[in-house]
């Protein structure tokens, strides 16, 4: 017999003897348990597969819905942020149109102000070319000027040397008048100030002081200076018709009488006389006193002041 007629002749005797023979069947039933499993272990592995499904479902939804609740809140977030991009959009096309309008607005303005400049600029060439004549016919006047004014500084250079030179002659005839009575030594020191205010802009004071110790004249006596007061400055002066040795030697104590008495030093000591005795010269050089015959002499007191 062959193996298919075995498996035939099996399968038409094998229910009726499973029916009839209850060990046969059971020895069927052990043989077959060892690869297929019975109904009681089939139902509990179904069960045990029903709910590790149902566990598996149920964790699934836990995480479907925490995952619906986030997407939920993204998605108002979305929204929220969706808003937002509209309400921008519109701000920035309500934005976009005000920008071209006003760069419609340039665009004119600056044809405006292209036309201006060609007018300006046609308008310069004409001003430039009458400025050229202007130039030229300046400098003719310019020339004409500096001749006139060259002529004029001649003029007035030969007037004031004639003043000055008969300013002069008149403050050495009063200088004489005086010397011989013929005006006050007073009345020549006041004009003598009076020169020395109004070309140098300073202050001549006189001062009268008296000495109770008698040290400039060995007895106690009244005590007569100028002093010329600028900017901090003290300068201490004679002012006379004329002056010999004995005069330049009480001068001198005078000044220092006056520097000991108010404890200030004095910058320069000046005379101003027109008539100097030669041997007073001599002693204002040994004692630094500075001589002037005449009190526009006293040229460097302008940049002193």
């Known amino acids: 017999m062959t193996a298919e007629s075995l498996k035939e002749a099996i399968k038409r005797e094998l229910p009726a003897l499973l029916r009839e023979d209850p060990g046969f069947r059971d020895y069927v039933l052990e043989l077959t348990r060892q690869h297929h499993p019975t ?25 479907w819905e ?21 309400e921008q959009e ?16 340039w665009e004119e303005q600056t044809q405006k102000w292209e036309e201006q400049k060609r007018r300006w600029e046609e308008d310069s060439r004409k001003w430039w070319a009458q400025e050229r004549k202007w130039e030229e016919q300046t400098q003719k006047w310019e020339e004409q000027k500096l001749n006139w004014e060259e002529s004029n500084r001649h003029f007035d250079r ?23 009575g013929m005006q ?5 020191r006041k004009a003598l100030a009076g020169i020395l205010e109004e070309n140098f802009d300073v202050q001549v004071l006189n001062v009268n002081e008296f000495d109770d110790e008698g040290v400039v004249f060995g007895r106690p006596e009244q005590i007569e200076l100028d002093i010329i007061i600028k900017n901090g400055l003290l300068l201490i002066c004679e002012l006379k018709s004329s002056i010999d040795k004995a005069g330049m030697y009480s001068f001198e104590r005078k000044a220092r009488f006056y520097e000991e008495r108010h404890q200030r030093k004095a910058q320069r000591l000046i ?27 006293v040229r460097s007191l302008e940049a002193e002041a």
Request: aromatic letters at 10%.
């Open 39 to 63: 109904r009681s272990e089939s139902s509990d592995w179904f069960n045990q597969m029903m709910d590790e499904l149902r566990r598996d479902r149920e964790e699934q939804t836990r995480k």
């Open 66 to 86: 925490e995952d619906s609740r986030r997407w939920w809140a993204q998605e108002r977030k979305w929204e929220e942020q969706t808003q937002k991009w509209e």
């Open 90 to 105: 519109r701000k920035w096309e309500e934005d976009s149109r005000r920008w071209w309008a006003q760069e419609r607005k």
């Open 158 to 180: 030969v007037h004031e040397e004639i003043m000055a030179q008969a300013k002069k002659v008149d403050r050495s005839i009063g200088a004489l008048g005086s010397r011989w």
């Open 184 to 188: 006050s030594e007073a009345a020549f």
């Open 271 to 297: 005379v101003i006389s027109p008539m100097v005795d030669p041997r007073a010269r001599q002693v204002a050089e040994r004692l630094g006193i500075e001589l002037y015959h005449d009190s526009v002499d």
